[in-house]
């Protein structure tokens, strides 16, 4: 790859944001339980960029919403600096105050109805910003700040704007313009710039990279592709099937993949060339019916070729459960093959 990896903020003792066991059920037509996540831990630093990666229906972007409290869990809690969330109207309101979500669609997202002036405005006005902003600047002046600081300049002639007179990056831009009114401390970005162009999508990384350096920012990106996680995270947890299968420094799990399941999202993208390229056959399983042992058996590629079988682990990989991986920590993989091979080399 092009970029170097960010360096890794130090670690402090408790997380801004922390995910403990989360689980998230939803019911199906047929009346199965489909499970969207299974005991999933993340934690993100202040300051931190972390990187969820998986396929779709990898369950990312369920944990996304249960992050910010769109989603609350069926088991497991969500801790703000410490204290367990609060799905009460104030616990939810400090925590949006705090944390804020820049959603995939911008187009979808805007109000066609409303100026870039009022889109801004609204969570400004909610949260009562005015009245808490210790230089005592007005409604404008809020909307204004948080439009340059998102690189719409001179932010003024763009006030009385729709968004169909804006392009799809300046649609982006507005709504990242819309979290930052608020001085968050967290922006959870999901797919922030899937739909851009190359050039455009360059530009929006840069901005979630100097809203860190400048701010002080910690962001979330749920994203799939690698590429993207390689050039802007400091750490990455990779889902497959509402569990977290890798983890650990961007270095560590993109420079030394582990997991299959990693190793074959790698391996199909553009800039690698040390990892032969794997196809993986199939969908991910349905999640009311998540297969016995390691859930990725059905379309691991080295349990295919035997590797598991030469590793003595087959029949571990179909039947016996894996430990879910911790929030914080070194390198760690879900994987019966991977555990195999490091006690050999121990």
């Not at 600081?149 to 003024?156: F, V």
């Amino acid at each position: 790859m092009s970029a170097e990896p960010l360096p890794t903020p130090a670690a402090e003792t408790t997380p801004f944001l922390e995910a403990r066991g989360l689980e998230v059920e939803f019911l199906t037509r047929s009346g199965h339980a489909a499970r969207a996540l299974d005991g999933v831990h993340v934690s993100v630093q202040r300051g931190e960029i972390l990187a969820i990666v998986g396929e779709s229906g990898s369950g990312k972007t369920t944990l996304a919403r249960t992050l910010i409290g769109l989603q609350a869990p069926t088991a497991g809690e969500v801790l703000l600096e410490g204290a367990p969330l609060k799905y009460t109207h104030r616990g939810l309101r400090d925590l949006r105050s705090r944390v804020q979500m820049v959603l995939q669609d911008a187009a979808g997202s805007l109000n066609p109805r409303q100026t870039v002036y009022e889109s801004v405005a609204e969570g400004i006005r909610l949260h009562r910003c005015v009245a808490r902003d210790a230089e005592g600047r007005s409604e404008s002046e809020l909307v204004a700040a948080a439009l340059a600081e998102a690189g719409l300049r001179p932010p003024e002639r763009l006030f009385l704007r729709y968004p169909h007179e804006l392009s799809g990056g300046q649609k982006q831009r507005v709504l990242i313009a819309g979290a930052l009114a608020l001085r968050p401390e967290l922006i959870l970005a999901d797919e922030p710039v899937s739909s851009l162009d190359a050039s455009i999508r360059g530009e929006i990384l840069a901005l979630l990279l100097k809203l860190r350096s400048d701010l002080g920012m910690a962001v979330v990106v749920v994203t799939h592709d690698l590429g993207l996680a390689w050039n802007i995270a400091d750490r990455i947890a990779v889902m497959y099937l509402g569990r977290v299968v890798e983890c650990g420094s961007t270095e560590e799990v993109l420079g030394k993949p582990r997991h299959p399941y990693t190793k074959a999202l790698l391996s199909v993208v553009p800039e690698i060339d040390y990892l032969e390229p794997v196809v993986l056959t199939g969908e991910v399983p349905d999640p009311s019916r998540i297969p016995g042992g390691c859930r990725f058996h059905p379309r691991c590629p080295q349990l295919a070729n035997g590797e598991s079988a030469a590793a003595g682990v087959a029949e571990q990989c179909q039947s016996a459960a894996l430990e879910v991986l911790p929030a914080v920590g070194d390198h760690r993989v879900a994987c019966h093959l991977d555990a195999a091979r490091q006690t050999v080399t121990r």
